[in-house]
């Protein structure tokens, strides 16, 4: 007897025309060939569909001959995988389902990888998640969570703002796809790339099946304790990041359009050397450039000016830029991909999208407004502290130097610094000033605000140091006593201030942030706030006239 249902992963296509001609020229001829395949075009349930099958065939299989080896016996086995594949065109999009090897057989690129997460973040129970897969936004983690009996989503430690979910799985919420009668089964379902549930067998099943989930995407809202896994998506299109990756071409070979849209960036791998860096080297195309003590964006977009037209990209990816602990360059850090210390933003239409760490990333409109009001109070109309405008030519340790001397109850403490329990390599400066009420002040005068992702990294890294090593609170208190400043040798901050002037002249708003800087900064200040740590920011006006930027 058949049975009804089955457990099936459903793809839906992107990038394909939804016709059966169109459908075919999208195939990899050659993996078709691979399998000598059949193609059948026919009808099921009711629409027009694509069936694809043949088989993988090994005479010898490729595990063989190692296995005669280990069994030290002839094992001249081969491998033979079935290899079915289904595509259907239903109501303007085109969906496939695979058997055995059958999926091996769509193109990564044409597959819509917003489809199941999108289903799923409107279907699951946020009480009920039994499977999670997520990866820190810029990080180099893939973590994976299992939870046979469910668990509240709230309960698996997501950082909403960082965390970019790649697959979710649990307890469907309300509804099932095929319910028996009577029956109170509650339904599984998982959505990642693909949806993963138990679709119906027969062709009119499955076809009734795939229009209310589309129906599902287009109509329901996403349940608001899932909704964030679908503000940061990673871009896989190979067209789209095509179209990304030439549009920064562009820009690259433009040398006066690109200051707000190319900012600089201290790559993941990078944050923990960073600091204890004293010589950087970049090498971008055939040369390598003379050790610097700090490292320049401007030099990174030159040397990729200086490419041809359609390879700047590519030889940013091929490109690296070297870390060493000493000017002579003999103590090797790390190194990055020269474009992995970039920020970029660029939009397409109505859609914005970044680079981090190399990647493309988009994040929608709602997302990037709403991370912008979480920040607009930390910008007061009226500061907290009083600072005095500053002459935007001369540089932070001149300013540091002059508040400390000028501005009652601030200490310098720039280029004072603790050991980092977090890290073997590189102390932790933990700010340049301490405030009148023991703030933190942390100062940078960048040319544009795009710069600002690593200040805001350095407050969170400064705050963990500090509560989370006894030594590193005792030499902070030591410093400070040293510099004229009295405070505990557990001393833990209640105030982290940023401090930036701009030298374009801009004025520092939320509104001036580079997109990925307002999502850290609200991270950064949500974190805080848990500890009990509030967070201000603060724009030093130039106390010359500068040319505004538009």
Request: aromatic content about 8%; proline content about 6%; some cysteine.
């Amino acid at each position: 007897m058949t049975r009804k249902t089955r457990h099936q992963t459903l793809y839906r296509l992107i990038g394909v025309e939804p016709v059966i001609d169109g459908v075919f020229d999208a195939l990899d001829a050659a993996k078709l060939d691979a399998i000598n395949a059949e193609v059948v075009p026919k009808e099921i349930g009711g629409v027009p569909a694509l069936v694809i099958h043949g088989s993988f065939d090994l005479d010898v299989a490729s595990w063989a001959h190692d296995a005669s080896t280990t069994a030290g016996m002839p094992l001249p086995y081969g491998d033979h995988t079935g290899a079915v594949l289904i595509l259907l065109v239903i109501d303007g999009h085109v969906y496939a389902v695979g058997f055995g090897a059958g999926h091996r057989l769509i193109p990564s690129e044409l597959k819509d990888h917003r489809f199941g997460l999108s289903l799923a973040v409107r279907c699951l129970d946020p009480a009920k998640v039994k499977g999670l897969v997520r990866r820190e936004l810029g990080g180099s983690r893939t973590d994976s969570t299992l939870t046979p009996a469910g668990s509240p989503i709230w309960m698996l430690g997501i950082e909403e703002y960082t965390d970019v979910v790649r697959r979710i799985g649990g307890q469907a919420r309300g509804f099932t796809l095929n319910s028996r009668a009577g029956g109170k089964r509650p339904m599984r379902l998982e959505g990642g790339t693909g949806v993963s549930a138990r679709f119906g067998v027969y062709g009119h099943d499955l076809v009734r099946n795939i229009r209310e989930l589309a129906r599902i995407c287009a109509e329901e809202p996403p349940d608001p304790e899932l909704a964030f896994a679908e503000r940061i998506q990673p871009v896989t299109g190979k067209q789209l990041k095509a179209r990304l990756d030439a549009e920064l071409d562009d820009l690259l070979g433009c040398p006066d359009g690109f200051a707000h849209q190319i900012g600089p960036a201290v790559p993941t791998t990078c944050l923990a050397d960073y600091d204890a860096a004293r010589a950087f080297v970049v090498k971008v195309g055939s040369v390598a450039l003379n050790p610097r003590p700090a490292l320049e964006v401007a030099e990174i977009l030159q040397r990729a000016r200086l490419q041809l037209p359609g390879q700047r990209v590519e030889t940013l990816r091929t490109g690296r830029v070297f870390l060493y602990a000493d000017e002579k360059c003999q103590a090797a850090l790390d190194d990055a991909p020269a474009i992995n210390w970039l920020e970029v933003t660029i939009s397409l239409g109505e859609y914005r999208y970044f680079l981090l760490d190399g990647a493309w990333y988009e994040i929608g409109a709602e997302y990037v407004n709403s991370q912008r009001r979480k920040i607009a109070t930390l910008f007061r109309a009226e500061p907290s502290l009083a600072l005095p405008s500053y002459d935007p030519g001369r540089d932070e340790d001149d300013f540091n130097a002059e508040v400390a001397m000028s501005c009652p109850g601030f200490v310098n403490l720039h280029r004072t610094f603790v050991r980092n329990p977090l890290s073997r390599r590189g102390p932790v400066e933990v700010c340049d000033i301490l405030g009148p009420g023991n703030e933190l002040l942390m100062v940078k005068f960048p040319w544009s605000a795009e710069s600002l992702s690593h200040l805001f990294m350095q407050g969170l890294v400064s705050v963990k140091t500090l509560l989370s090593s006894a030594e590193a609170r005792r030499k902070f208190a030591e410093n400070a006593r040293t510099n004229g400043r009295q405070i505990p040798d557990d001393f833990v901050p209640e105030k982290v201030v940023f401090v930036v002037l701009l030298k374009s002249g801009r004025e520092l708003t939320p509104d001036t942030l580079f997109p990925f800087a307002q999502v850290t900064l609200a991270h950064i200040a949500t974190v805080l706030r848990n500890h009990k740590i509030d967070v201000e920011v603060i724009g030093i006006k130039p106390s010359i006239a500068l040319p505004q930027v538009a």
